[in-house]
């Protein structure tokens, strides 16, 4: 079994992506760092059929990479949380999850069923330690999607799950609507042509800019995906 994990991972490994940007009030090009991340295929089932079951249609799947394996392991106990159409690791002290993954398909990608909702919202699973809406209102900061919404525009109700603020994070609106936006492009666009592709995506809370509301949520100043 490991011997066959270890190959399905080589073989669904689509891309590995270099980037760490800066997300800064400052008017300065975002850098990128030598920050390690992954952006994987998800290698689909395929339907095996023994000649005493195929009429009934039933059938057995290999054993492949989901994204229940792939979330980030760390020293910190972030609580998960598995919400529908993404899960997150959440991270009391900042206020914000530590890393969020998700599954963009290229059916899903080219299904546009809805428009992007903007119902902000607090995420009533959290029992305590989240942001919400007034921490951001003057602040200088947007809330910035982890999961992207435009990742879910092929259904309503996963689009309104992107706007809980367990999914949000403080980002500068220039960097928000530019880089970030365009690395969220590119991940559609590798969907389209993988057929799917599993993303975990976070803040990096090292050398924060500082903190934004009256729930103190921490403003990072680099994400990975």
């Not at 928000?176 to 995506?201: H, P, Q, V």
Request: charged share 25%; net charge positive.
């Amino acid at each position: 079994m490991k011997k066959n994990k270890t190959t399905i991972l080589l073989i669904v490994i689509a891309a590995i992506v270099i980037v760490c940007v800066m997300n800064s009030l400052a008017e300065r090009t975002p850098r990128v760092e030598n920050i390690q991340t992954q952006s994987l295929q998800k290698k689909i089932r395929k339907k095996h059929f023994s000649s005493n079951c195929e009429q009934a249609g039933t059938y057995i799947t290999e054993d492949i990479l989901t994204l229940e394996n792939l979330l980030p392991e760390s020293k910190e106990k972030y609580k998960t949380y598995d919400h529908k159409y993404f899960v997150l690791g959440y991270a009391n002290e900042h206020r914000q999850p530590a890393w969020v993954g998700w599954l963009i398909t290229k059916d899903r990608v080219e299904n546009r069923a809805t428009e992007k909702l903007n119902n902000f919202r607090p995420d009533s699973s959290l029992r305590c330690c989240q942001s919400l809406n007034s921490d951001y209102k003057r602040s200088g900061y947007s809330r910035g999607h982890i999961c992207p919404s435009g990742d879910m525009v092929w259904s309503a109700k996963a689009n309104s799950e992107t706007f809980l603020l367990s999914n949000m994070s403080p980002q500068n609106q220039k960097f928000n609507a530019g880089r970030w936006a365009d690395l969220e492009r590119r991940c559609r666009t590798w969907a389209t042509i993988n057929d799917s592709i599993l993303i975990i995506s976070g803040p990096i809370f090292n050398n924060p800019i500082g903190k934004i509301g009256e729930n103190n949520v921490t403003v990072p100043s680099e994400y990975y995906k």
